[in-house]
Antibody, heavy 125, light 107 residues
Framework: QVQLVQSGAEVKKPGASVKVSCKAS????????ISWVRQAPGQGLEWMGW????????NYAQELQGRVTMTTDTSTSTAYMELRSLRSDDTAVYYC??????????????????WGQGTLVTVSS | AIQLTQSPSSLSASVGDRVTITCRAS??????LAWYQQKPGKAPKLLIY???SLQSGVPSRFSGSGSGTDVTLTISSLQPEDFATYYC?????????FGQGTRLEIK
């Protein structure tokens, strides 16, 4: 079955960086991008961006530009999200999700399915 | 960015009730909208895509309708496992955005 498994919880100090991994299985990895969505405690869902696993193209949310980098390793079907210069308001559960669909180098924005189990990142001094 | 406003923000209902949640977009999004269900401590689960297509494995009591700026999610007969928070998401244009969520509680 299609599955995304994320790395474990992290505790970081303000100003540090965190890198979360997302290992995919059960489908052709390069046929879909991986999107990242975060959810602050008690809050809603915030889209962070996506990466094409076909060619590495990325599309980041404007407010995270310069602090976020998404990468992919097709040899292990694993996507990564690194967030730098962490602040207390970056404390959240970070989810990866399959999507968008990519074909012939073009990715088509769409829904997200399935999602990883989530990774709690806590930023605290 | 396209803003999505869900109504109501919270809702109390009983098992067997029919409930409707509306998602209003600040500009037209055609049918480029999905609905998710999220239970506490769990990842969101896709229910509906393309505004009205039922995701495989999702019970048929869930349905979606609408396009343009107003889209609805309907649960025809609430079951105990349906009490959760529901989110809409538009993928018509970037940045992808979500509604603020509708919390469905047991009356």
């Amino acid at each position: 079955q299609v599955q995304l498994v994320q790395s474990g919880a992290e505790v970081k100090k303000p100003g540090a960086s965190v890198k979360v991994s997302c290992k995919a299985s059960g489908y052709t990895f390069t046929s879909y991008g991986i999107s990242w969505v975060r959810q602050a405690p008690g809050q809603g869902l915030e889209w962070m961006g996506w990466i094409s696993n076909y060619n590495g193209n990325t599309n980041y949310a404007q407010e995270l530009q310069g602090r976020v980098t998404m990468t992919t390793d097709t040899s292990t079907s694993t996507a990564y999200m690194e967030l730098r210069s962490l602040r207390s308001d970056d404390t959240a559960v970070y989810y990866c999700a399959r999507g968008p669909y990519c074909s012939g180098g073009t990715c088509y924005s769409q829904w997200f399915d399935p999602w990883g189990q989530g990774t709690l990142v806590t930023v605290s001094s | 960015a396209i803003q999505l406003t869900q109504s109501p923000s919270s809702l109390s209902a009983s098992v067997g009730d029919r409930v409707t949640i509306t998602c209003r977009a600040s500009q037209g999004i055609s049918s480029n909208l999905a609905w998710y269900q999220q239970k506490p401590g769990k990842a969101p689960k896709l229910l509906i895509y393309d505004a009205s297509s039922l995701q495989s494995g999702v019970p048929s009591r869930f349905s979606g309708s609408g396009s343009g700026t107003d889209v609805t999610l309907t649960i025809s007969s609430l079951q105990p496992e349906d009490f959760a928070t529901y989110y809409c998401q538009q993928f018509n244009s970037y940045p992808i955005t979500f509604g603020q969520g509708t919390r469905l509680e047991i009356k």
